[in-house]
């Protein structure tokens, strides 16, 4: 078990490779906080974690609110006691070119892809310093950041920025052994 006793947070775990994760994390023996906005896509794979006799905790957490991700943070320590990994992959795209997407769905794909991982980021690396114990915090990309589409330009624009935010927190959180 190579994640024995260890606390991992996974957003948008309610599917897709977060669930993937979140379930493989846990048959590791990881405790695991599944964070997603639709509580019945979150309360189904906490509810499979609990079935396979791991321990599992729900958390609907709008990324992009201050105040919920805090709670977010707060609520895993008194869980669970602390916070040993972060997997943050919150996000939503668009299909949208340059020509159609309209500024408010701009704004909020940059919101949830971008600055939602930003501040989730932020306050677990916050914890995981205060802990003073290290961490892992593993952002996700995606192709689409490192390369123009045609058929996505904020969600392209939102992992581009998920690729230099990673590189300027491993920097900044490495003294800290995050």
């Known amino acids: ?18 669930e993937h994760i979140a379930k493989l994390f846990a048959s590791e023996g990881a405790k695991i906080v599944v964070v997603d906005m639709d509580k019945g896509r979150g309360q189904r794979v906490v509810d ?9 905790m729900l958390s609907i957490c709008n990324v992009v609110k201050t105040s919920e991700v805090q ?27 340059i020509l159609t997407i309209d500024e408010e769905e701009f704004d909020q794909i940059i919101a949830v892809t971008l600055k939602g991982p930003f501040l989730v980021a932020k306050y677990v690396a ?7 114990k290290g961490g892992k915090i593993v952002n ?6 490192l390369a123009g589409r045609k058929d ?12 230099n935010l990673s590189r300027s927190m491993a920097v900044q959180l490495a003294p800290h052994k995050i």
């Open 71 to 97: 709670n977010l943070v707060k609520n895993t320590v008194e869980h669970f006691g602390g916070i040993d990994i972060l997997i943050n992959n919150a996000a939503i795209t668009d299909h949208k070119t």
């Open 126 to 132: 916050e914890q995981m310093v205060k802990q003073g």
């Open 1 to 18: 078990m190579k994640l024995k006793d260890k606390v991992a947070i996974v957003t948008g775990a309610g599917r897709n490779i977060d």
């Open 152 to 163: 996505a330009i904020a969600y392209t624009a939102a992992k581009g920025g998920i690729i």
């Open 48 to 56: 499979d974690l609990i079935k396979e006799k791991h321990e599992a």
């Open 140 to 145: 996700l990309g995606s192709t689409s950041g």
